[in-house]
């Protein structure tokens, strides 16, 4: 059973900075994509930042510049930098992982811009 547990959400101040971590319960080195996603009150969820297997990655044009998708294998964790946060930032985050026609997600983590 494929397990994603995000951390590292909370409260933080417009222009501050936090990192969001996804921990696999497998090897990310089986899954095709790793992405994150957020969804805000009243919103669709919506892609922010995408890894592929070969390393490649995709960011929102809201994000670009401001916010890493990262992996670390030997600890089967991907991770979300987010710097120069935004109030428009706010939502709950939420790993996602690919193989074939299999989709997972983790339970999400919240992300709270604001003075």
């Known amino acids: 059973q494929v397990q994603l547990v995000e951390s590292g959400g909370g409260l933080v101040q417009p222009g501050g900075s936090l990192r969001l971590s996804c921990a696999a319960s497998?090897?990310?080195?089986?899954?095709?994509?790793m992405a994150w996603y957020r969804q805000a009150p009243g919103t669709e969820r919506e892609l922010v930042a995408a890894i592929s297997k070969g390393g490649n990655t995709n960011y929102a044009d809201s994000v670009k510049g401001r916010f890493t998708i990262s992996r670390d294998i030997a600890k089967d964790t991907v991770y979300l930098q987010m710097n120069s946060l935004k109030p428009e930032d706010t939502a709950v985050y939420y790993c996602?992982?690919?193989?074939?026609?299999?989709?997972?997600w983790g339970q999400g983590t919240q992300v709270t811009v604001s003075s």
């Open positions: 996602n992982a690919e193989y074939g026609d299999s989709y997972y």
């Open positions: 497998v090897s990310i080195f089986s899954f095709d994509i």
